[in-house]
């Protein structure tokens, strides 16, 4: 069954950086599937965070409360996807989940969580001095 693992969450204090890997199981091959980061605070609403387009990403969409401190990246031969996250702030704390979606071109990725059907089991991310 294809899976996808997130790592690299942890404590972290404002300022700080975390560099979240998202990889998938042998039997998926990743290079064909956009990669979406989703974030979920408590007692708010899941939300979307980045993604990357298939194949080479040539396409990466960021919301504005991380656009400037966060990179998405993808190495398809080591199947993972990564988040880089720079000068972290306490409202980015969260559990932080990749999903994986098709779409029907390599140069597009959606924000919308119901374009993804593949879903990892989060990985939390703390931001506290």
């Known amino acids: 069954q294809a899976q996808l693992v997130e790592s690299g969450g942890g404590l972290v204090q404002p300022g700080g950086s975390l560099r979240l890997s998202c990889t998938a199981s042998?039997?998926?091959?990743?290079?064909?599937?956009?990669i979406g980061w989703f974030r979920q605070a408590p007692g708010k609403e899941r939300e979307a965070v980045s993604c990357i387009s298939p194949r080479a990403g040539s396409s990466t969409v960021y919301s504005e409360s991380v656009k400037g401190r966060f990179t998405i990246s993808r190495d398809n031969a080591e199947k993972t996807v990564y988040l880089q996250m720079n000068n972290l702030e306490p409202e980015d704390t969260a559990v932080y989940y990749c999903?994986?979606?098709?779409?029907?071109?390599?140069?597009?990725?959606?924000?919308?969580?119901?374009?993804?059907?593949?879903w990892g089991q989060g990985t939390q991310v703390t931001v506290s001095s």
């Open positions: 042998d039997e998926f091959t990743l290079d064909y599937w956009a």
């Open positions: 999903a994986a979606g098709r779409v029907h071109t390599d140069y597009v990725c959606y924000q919308g969580s119901a374009s993804y059907g593949v």
